[in-house]
T-cell receptor, first 113, second 113 residues
């Protein structure tokens, strides 16, 4: 049990729709990172939020966006869903931007049909 | 750009046998190195990490890893595996000043009686 919770656990959406995934950080952590894990692959960095500001972004298009709230919880929004967006989305919280000890949630399994 | 290679996609070992999972990284600066484990349907759990100092690091669940700068490797070892060790193992690299973790593609470990 890491203290990082994600919701929902599973989600099915239709191509072209929009989705919002949520993450509640571990207490005391001010940094949240989001990763996409396609089937059979390692997690790929989407972006990081530090104290409500985006602090870095991976190679993902602008239709992937996020928010971090004053309580350091976070949202990942994906617009205009494509079939290739089907993946496990992982949230990781950390007390520092370098992720010296990142705690991961159990993920949200998104299926786009 | 930083990268991580896990050459073994799938490894099968007998319960009680020793284990070594390979990880090679490529990064210009001094890396932070991590090993995570992922059970089916679960998020990632941190097994151990290396930042500096002693190149042999101990982790949870009886795992250890050795950092070898000359070989750009950070292999994970366990002297005697248990059936509960069956899972997917990911090596990851990060660095001070870089917000993202870069993961390998993972090694699936199967334990046979």
């Amino acid at each position: 049990e890491t203290g990082v919770t994600q919701s929902p656990t599973h989600l099915i959406k239709t191509r072209g729709q929009q989705v919002t995934l949520r993450c509640s950080s571990q207490s005391g952590h001010n940094t949240v990172s989001w990763y996409q894990q396609a089937l059979g692959q390692g997690p790929q960095f989407i972006f990081q939020y530090y104290r409500e500001e985006e602090n870095g972004r991976g190679n993902f298009p602008p239709r992937f966006s996020g928010l971090q709230f004053p309580n350091y919880s976070s949202e990942l929004n994906v617009n205009a869903l494509e079939l290739d967006d089907s993946a496990l989305y992982l949230c990781a919280s950390s007390w520092d931007r370098a992720n010296t000890e990142a705690f991961f949630g159990q993920g949200t399994r998104l299926t786009v049909v | 750009a930083q990268s991580v290679t896990q050459p073994d996609i799938h490894i099968t070992v007998s319960e009680g046998a020793s284990l070594e999972l390979r990880c090679n990284y490529s990064y210009g600066a001094t890396p932070y190195l991590f090993w995570y484990v992922q059970s089916p349907g679960q998020g990632l759990q941190l097994l151990l990490k290396y930042f500096s100092g002693d190149t042999l690091v101990q982790g949870i669940k009886g795992f250890e890893a050795e950092f070898k700068r000359s070989q750009s490797s950070f292999n994970l070892r366990k002297p005697s595996v248990h059936w509960s060790d069956a899972a997917e193992y990911f090596c990851a690299v990060g660095t001070l000043g870089n917000e993202k973790l870069t993961f390998g593609t993972g090694t699936r470990l199967t334990i046979i009686p």
